[in-house]
């Protein structure tokens, strides 16, 4: 069977995707530098699984380290998903984010052309749609502009995985934009473990959940939305990982350069998300309307249908699942990976 480099994959949404890929009867092997995640999340997929990982410790912008890699394995495929994910840091250190997100994948490619790897999929995000798209977001929209410098990371990533490709008719690259993943694997082993105060809403929300955090803060409830909130695509990010098996899939067999939206279709506000995960959980979440963050976008969502189309991929858990998940986990794991480092 194909073996399936995943770079930064002890993270979120590599680590999952692991799960699936393994399910799905592929080898993975992983390269991380645990910047953002811990070696327990791979102990984990391989309990979950029964199955082994191959895991390298190293950075992905150290070439040599990559080389050895490609060297001792062969690899069939690679899945981006190293880089760095903080949109209000990026904003105030744009240089570390764009040297890491920037660097992982020149040298990945880099690496990938020396050992004549041609298949290669990429973590990118619904940000590179912009502020000035309509919604819902379909693929065959122009980038926009993106609103910091973590967007304008993926929006350089896609342009320069796309002139790869034009400059290597060999090399297949497939463009994953993803929506918000949220929700963990239904065994509650492996989720969500971010570093310091969330950024995001789950993780913040279960913490809250949890009693780590006192309050969470909802940002603006003034928005031209059904509820005054902001209105998102979360998908589960089970869902999403099956969408990478279905991406390997696809790869695999065909040549191709494609971007795919990796969403649900269907937007839920965030007081909805309050509202469903004190509901499905039977537990509180302390919550206060405070001011608009900067830079959010009252509304966006997918059109997935490009993705059913060429993939066979949609999603299937629902709103509910994706709350009952994310709280299995939090509650199983109250302080993330670190008590079983
Ligand atoms: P994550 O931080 O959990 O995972 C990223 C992994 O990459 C981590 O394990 C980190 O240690 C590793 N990493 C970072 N830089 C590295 C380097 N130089 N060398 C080696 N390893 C490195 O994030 P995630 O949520 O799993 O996201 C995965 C990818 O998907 C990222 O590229 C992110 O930007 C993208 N994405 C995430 C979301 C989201 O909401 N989670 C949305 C859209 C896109
Ligand atoms: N929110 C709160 N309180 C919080 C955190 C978030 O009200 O403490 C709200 C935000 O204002 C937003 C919604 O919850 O309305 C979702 O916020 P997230 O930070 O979870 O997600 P974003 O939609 O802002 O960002 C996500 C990804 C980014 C990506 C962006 C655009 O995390 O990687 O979508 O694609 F760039």
């Not at 909130?229 to 390997?248: E, F, N, P, S, W």
């Amino acid at each position: 069977m194909a073996k399936i480099l995943l770079a930064g994959g002890a993270g979120y949404i590599g680590s999952h995707t692991a799960v699936e890929l393994l399910h799905a009867g592929y080898e993975v092997a992983v390269i991380d530098n645990f910047m953002n995640s811990s070696p327990e999340a791979i102990r984990r997929v391989e309990q979950i699984t029964g199955k082994h990982v191959a895991l390298y410790e190293a950075d992905v912008r150290d070439r040599e380290a990559v080389a050895a890699v490609f060297r001792a394995e062969k690899i069939d495929a690679v899945i981006h998903f190293a880089g760095l994910k903080a949109v209000g840091e990026s904003v105030k250190k744009p240089l570390m984010y764009y040297r890491n997100n920037i660097d992982t994948t020149l040298t990945l490619l880099e690496v990938m052309e020396e050992f004549g790897v041609k298949n290669v999929i990429f973590s990118s995000s619904a940000t590179v749609y912009g502020e000035e798209n309509a919604v819902p977001y379909i693929e065959t929209m122009k980038r926009g502009v993106c609103s910091n410098p973590y967007g304008w990371t993926k929006a350089m990533m896609e342009q320069i995985f796309e002139d790869a490709a034009k400059a290597d008719p060999a090399l297949s690259v497939i463009l994953l934009r993803y929506f918000n993943p949220i929700g963990a694997h239904e065994s509650g082993m492996i989720g969500e473990d971010p570093l310091g105060i969330p950024n995001n809403l789950m993780p913040y929300v279960t913490q809250v959940a949890v009693g780590k955090r006192e309050c969470l803060t909802i940002f603006g409830n003034d928005y031209p939305t059904k509820d005054g909130t902001c209105m998102r695509d979360y998908i589960h990010v089970v869902d999403l990982a099956k969408g990478h098996v279905k991406a390997v899939d696809y790869i695999m067999h065909q040549h191709c350069v494609e971007v795919f939206n990796l969403g649900t279709g269907t937007p839920y506000s965030v007081t909805e998300i309050v509202e469903t995960f004190e509901r499905v959980n039977q537990v509180k979440v302390n919550h206060v309307y405070g001011a608009r963050r900067d830079g959010d976008l009252a509304e966006f969502y997918a059109n997935a249908d490009k993705a059913e189309r060429l993939l066979g991929w949609h999603t299937e858990k629902t709103l509910d699942d994706m709350c009952r998940d994310s709280w299995n986990w939090q509650r199983q794991n109250p302080n993330g990976f670190q008590a079983a480092e």
